[in-house]
């Protein structure tokens, strides 16, 4: 019942900046906090960023400085705002949503940082 929809992925040079957002539907009362993961090829899924209800971050290193995360409390959104980005950043971002009782993951959108 409760989905995420992303949105904002795409090719971007090193350097450039983008913006990724991550809308929560349904049967949703309370959300214990909203983040995002990437996953490059070949990799594990990895941290990026995370952001509580009450508005505490907690980046992943590579990022730091570089990313910030966001939330709309009343939309149920989250957005990740992505700058100085390098070619290492390049991965399917997944945005993840985690409730009291449940944990879901949305469909993911591929960020490319290349020249």
């Known amino acids: 019942q409760v989905q995420l929809v992303e949105s904002g992925g795409g090719l971007v040079q090193p350097g450039g900046s983008l913006r990724l957002s991550c809308a929560a539907s349904g049967n949703i009362l309370s959300i214990n906090a909203m983040g995002w993961y990437r996953q490059a090829s070949g990799k594990e899924r990895e941290l990026v960023a995370i952001i509580s209800s009450g508005g505490n971050t907690n980046y992943a290193a590579p990022v730091k400085g570089r990313f910030a995360i966001s939330r709309d409390n009343v939309k149920n959104t989250a957005f990740l705002q992505m700058n100085s980005l390098k070619p290492e950043d390049t991965a399917v971002y997944y945005c993840?949503?985690?409730?009291?009782?449940?944990?879901?993951w949305g469909q993911g959108t591929l960020v490319t940082v290349s020249s």
């Open positions: 993840w949503i985690k409730l009291m009782n449940v944990e879901r």
